[in-house]
């Protein structure tokens, strides 16, 4: 099965990273950590962890430490943080942030999801 990824034309792409932000994505999550009162030098680590009504699930948190076997991508000054396994999960995933009648927040675009909870903060592969 081969499942067509629409790009929003102003992705933001990283150079040999498994995500890619749309420039609303990271204007999002500059505002929320400075809402929140974290420092500037505070990146974003996205992972994947296993739960959620799907099996997998996104996470979304603040950090400003590079761990072992992270790769560490730069979107417009923002650091963003992913774990080597995660990063099998997340390869060509595209992350949006979207304001609508059916929800607000970040939205995976996740090539490798073979489905997803009504909620899309969890997945299946």
Known sequence: MTQVLDL???AE???DGPIVLTPKAIKMIKL???EEG????FGLR???RGGGCSGFEYALDFDNEQRANDTVLDFEGLKIYVDAVSSRFLEGTT???QLGMAGTGFKF???HAVGTCGC?????V
């Open 95 to 97: 992350i949006d942030y």
């Open 38 to 41: 974290i420092e500037a030098d």
């Open 120 to 124: 899309g903060s969890s997945f299946a």
């Open 109 to 111: 675009s996740n090539p």
């Open 13 to 15: 792409a990283s150079a």
């Open 46 to 48: 996205v992972a994947v």
């Open 32 to 34: 929320t950590r400075e």
């Open 8 to 10: 929003p034309q102003s």
